[in-house]
């Protein structure tokens, strides 16, 4: 379902997020944490959310980062799920660009 698809990015988005890619362009991870990483500059996060997003991919916690942010830990997490989103909506309308038609998902050239 559609439902469903949706949430399987969301689950995917959310947890690769946390990821910085290295150089290492024979590693197929790290070639997906790279294309996430130009999906991210893509999605219009403010300078607060790229600190926040910054702060989590390299190992703070909620708790440091509400530290940080003179916030409650679950005000970060709700940033997280936007900061998610956003990546997500920007990864749906590249996929759309790369539909045909007949729906099938073709490679850019």
Do not use: C, W
């Not at 690769?16 to 991210?40: G, V, Y």
């Not at 980062?65 to 990864?91: N, P, Q, T, W």
Request: aromatic share 8%.
């Amino acid at each position: 379902s559609s439902r469903g698809k949706k949430l399987e990015n969301t689950v995917t988005a959310k947890g690769l997020m946390f990821f910085k890619p290295s150089n290492d362009l024979t590693n197929d991870f790290n070639l997906t944490l790279i294309d996430l990483a130009k999906t991210i500059e893509k999605a219009n996060l403010t300078e607060e959310e790229k600190v926040i997003l910054n702060m989590a991919q390299n190992g703070s916690t909620l708790q440091e980062i509400a530290f940080e942010f003179d916030l409650y830990h679950m005000k970060v997490s709700r940033i997280l799920r936007r900061i998610a989103k956003k990546i997500i909506d920007v990864g749906d309308k590249y996929d759309l660009k790369n539909k045909d038609t007949d729906g099938k998902i073709y490679e850019a050239a």
